[in-house]
């Protein structure tokens, strides 16, 4: 199968790419600098996924279309903002399928994505989801929650902090949970729906084995480590708030209100999607313990 990807040289890309190329597809991947590659089987297109007329005749031939992109924040000044790409990217990468003649497409949405959400993040992504839907296309849309593994943000950026000081602020009292899922089981459902027609017009909600209120989390990370549990004092939401949409505009401030929000609120799923895909997702205490103690 011949397969184009955009954001396959991303965190979760990588994976999949990797997962691909195991099963013996072809890949077209989208980057946005040039790049050349002596890997068999995988040819790039330098473009810009919100510019459609850059990249769509790479697509011609393809059987199928992978959309990875997103972004977790905003910098309006230099042009990346959800609604380029997660709703423009989208519509331009759909119709780019359509007239090529692509039969399957694959949507990466996430967790928490609905139309009156309160965060502008899940918005977007469920207009880009909306779009999808109406395509026409065989397409399959995945919600994954906290994705970690090797390279990624988040989990690296907390063990990061552990590391220098033995103390790690929660925002209000810490108690939200999350249910991550590793790069590599989001890698293997996105591999595995195209070669199972069932998938196709269902939205999957993909979380992992474990359900951890973020201090858990925060004290998973300190073990994995080689660390003690971190001294986790509370900051009040009601001081915090007004605080980060303050300072939110500097790009060096860790944290946005879009992700403030989407934090406390939770990011837990029911785990059904494992009746389709038929696996056991990997624990989150192990997967972290392979790169975090390295």
């Not at 396959?8 to 597809?25: A, I, K, P, Q, S």
């Not at 790039?44 to 997103?70: E, F, K, M, R, S």
Request: include cysteine.
């Amino acid at each position: 199968m011949k397969i184009f990807i955009a954001g396959g040289t991303g965190f979760v890309g990588n994976l999949l790419t990797e997962e691909l190329r195991n099963r013996g597809h072809e890949l077209v991947l989208l980057s946005h600098n040039r790049r050349s590659t002596t890997e068999t089987g995988v040819s790039y297109v330098t473009g810009d996924v919100a510019a459609p007329a850059g990249y769509a005749a790479a697509l011609q031939g393809c059987d199928a279309a992978i959309n990875l992109v997103g972004i977790i924040r905003e910098f309006p000044s230099q042009g990346i903002t959800f609604e380029r790409l997660h709703v423009e990217a989208t519509a331009g990468m759909v119709q780019a399928a359509q007239q090529a003649g692509v039969v399957h497409y694959l949507q990466m949405s996430a967790l928490g994505t609905r139309a009156d959400a309160v965060s502008g993040y899940h918005r977007t992504k469920w207009r880009g989801e909306e779009i999808v839907r109406g395509s026409g296309l065989a397409w399959t849309i995945f919600r994954p929650s906290l994705i970690f593994g090797p390279k990624d943000a988040f989990v690296n950026m907390l063990a990061a902090n552990l590391r220098l000081a033995p103390i790690m602020p929660t925002f209000g009292h810490g108690n939200y949970r999350l249910q991550p899922i590793h790069g590599r089981d989001v890698a293997r459902c996105f591999a595995d729906a195209l070669e199972r027609p069932e998938t196709t017009g269902q939205t999957y909600e993909l979380c992992g084995q474990d359900r951890l209120t973020y201090r858990e989390l925060l004290d998973a990370i300190a073990e994995a480590i080689g660390k003690a549990r971190p001294f986790k004092p509370a900051l009040p939401l009601v001081i915090m708030q007004p605080v980060i949409k303050a300072l939110q505009g500097f790009s060096a401030f860790p944290i946005t209100s879009d992700q403030l929000q989407m934090l406390v609120e939770e990011n837990i799923c029911n785990g059904c999607w494992q009746e389709t895909f038929g696996f056991t997702p990997i624990r989150f205490q192990q997967g972290i313990r392979e790169y975090l103690s390295r």
